[in-house]
């Protein structure tokens, strides 16, 4: 018999040097974790005791660019929190509770090490003349000491190891709990007439979900999977159907349960808080803000309310509108449906008017309606277009016509799921550029949303030679797409085509870096920069010209119609005022919980309806919840800074000006993007960056002119 060897301790021998997720068994972690941690530890006892004088060279890059040194704890720690959130298990979820503290620890260990932040700071305050990107290394090096605690005496330092252990347990809670409870609830129905309105993707997708999750059922099994839910809340005529929906998805993690996230959301913002003021700010957000382009609250705010103040009106008018769609009066929501799964019967609130019977279950139903009456469009119509085989040849086909690219898939690339598809990437000149997965369709053991991620980032290596080699990096996009059916192939909604276009605007970030450093490259930059790329992409989803390019219909292989193509750049504003203040609101909750200067006591769902109030139109209901959802805020690294996708919007939509001007497609223009923006990372401040490729500095004029919106250029 072979004796298993751990993958991580030995060249994978893959192509490209890829994860060998075929050989990796659970224990195999918990090994390399161990083994990476000894490494790092000698790497650095042999750094502080360097008897020679510290430098750039010999304390700075030591790790990054010693050719003898393999960064294993990197490595499997980037495999097993990627699939963590991509491929678990309850043996991984255990795992993870298990390793958490010990990697928290030493990460601590090593940013509050005495003798290797002298080292630093020695370096930091006497140099030899450095290139700007070293000369940044340096700077993000001796800052990021400094902001985990390496000038606090022996007392903070020991509260910060409490604070940042206990907040890094509490972020896994939050996630697992979050993936327990979305995965937890279905709603199986058996009365065929309550599929009324439902579009026969759903409701083949429902049949296929309840034969291999409910057999012993006859029925259709929905979920909270967006491929699931979002068709049912668009287009199923079961008002309390709907509202049973809604209800288990807004409500998730606020019950009597082991899954509840309220009380793990309030010790977070506190923990942070104690932190920030720990290490000499008031609050976390100006901790956070920092080492962003917007600087400080004030920016933030006035971002946000400059926002509410150009789009509230027309938002104002657009409820007005869809108000008018209700009949009077709207069904009644009473009896029980034949239905099972877990019940939210939550009493509502009814008074009179019309106002008032516009529930939040009512929304996309009616806004559907409205926009069938006024455009003649929906996603349904779009679905025989958009079949995800041509959307891919699309998405790389545009890659190609802007940048030169190409993508060929290698089934010799190891994957850790059957849905996740491996592709090489060559540049113009035919030279190898990266390694490229898709992960397509939800399944039991995958997060919700859709996110980009790495598996090895760039970075140029020195050799033994002397010279150098660039690593090119293998960068995976994860989304939550549409499933093939028994008889149809995935479908793809136009927002699921912008979800695909948006993460892979951010794998191109990854797959162009060509920077020294691997901590500087692709999309390590600051956080209200990182979605330019992602966000400039979407722009291209409803341009004529490169629909004309892949959608097609999937049976007669017609082109999507220019009477349809019309329709949709007619409909692109439909509700665009009342989609940016949900974006705010989400903006001003996230604020309004890391500006916080004292002890955080309040209970987290009144705070939350107050704390966005001022972006919210029509009334809220009592029971419902985002912020135990709210991943971006409380676990996924966007505390006190979700206004960055605010931020970035309006430097895309400036971006994509340009590409308006000279031609979507226009080359020169598009390697002025690649090399000024998505090749260079954070070398250098994303500002400078940007104004070297737009000529100077955004303002929200595009971004109004694309809404339809009317006011004065403002700085953004």
Known sequence: MTTHKNPFLEPYGTPHDTVPFDRIRLEDYEEAFMEGIRRDNELIEKTVNNPERPTFDNTIINKEEDENYYDLLSRVSTVFFNLL??????????????????????????????????????????????TPEEQRLLDDTYEGFVRSGALLDDAGKERLRQLTEEASMLSLQFSQNLLKENKAFTLLITDKAQLDGLPQTAIDAAAEEAAANAPQSQGWLFTLDMPSYSPFMTYSTQRELRKQMYMARNTVCTHDNDENNLEICKRLINLRREIAQLLGYKTYADYVLKRRMASNTRNVYRLLNDLIDAFKPTAVKEREELKKTLPQPLPEMEGRSHTQGKKHSTPLPHREGQEESLQPWDSAFYSHKLQMKKYNIDAEMLRPYFELSKVIDGVFGLANRLYGITFKENKDIPVYHPDVKAYEVFDKDGSYLAVFYADFHPRKGKQSGAWMTEYQGQYWKKEESGGSTNVRPHVSVVMNLTKPTEDKPALLTLGEVETFLHEFGHALHGMFANTRFESMSGTNVWWDFVELPSQFMENYAIE???????????????????????????????????????????????????????????DIIPFEKQAWKKAILGEQL??????VQFSHIMAGGYAAGYY?????????????????????????????????????????????????FRGGEPTINALLKRNGIKRKTTKA
């Not at 503290?101 to 002298?118: E, M, S, Y």
């Not at 049976?555 to 940016?580: H, Q, Y």
């Not at 919007?649 to 390697?671: R, Y």
């Open 85 to 130: 959130s991509a491929e678990t298990n309850d043996e991984m979820d255990a795992l993870a509770q298990k390793l958490q503290p010990i990697l928290t620890k030493h990460a601590n260990d090593v940013r509050l090490n005495p003798q290797l932040f002298d080292r630093i700071r020695k370096v930091h305050l006497h140099h030899r003349r450095l």
């Open 622 to 627: 009592p029971d419902t919840c985002m912020t």
């Open 644 to 692: 960055s996708y605010k931020w970035a919007e309006v430097l895309e939509a400036d971006a994509f000006s340009v590409f308006k001007k000279h031609g979507i497609f226009d080359q020169k223009t598009a390697q002025s993007f690649r090399d000024n923006i998505l090749s260079k990372g954070g070398t250098e401040h994303p500002m400078t960056l940007y104004k070297r």
């Open 544 to 602: 004529k010209e490169f629909l004309r390019t892949f959608a097609f219909h999937y049976k007669t292989g017609e082109p999507l119609p220019d009477e349809l193509i019309r329709r949709i750049v007619k409909s692109r504003n439909f509700m665009a005022a009342t989609a940016c203040l949900r974006q705010v609101s989400f903006g001003l909750l996230d604020m309004a919980y890391y500006t916080q200067r004292e002890e955080f006591t309040a």
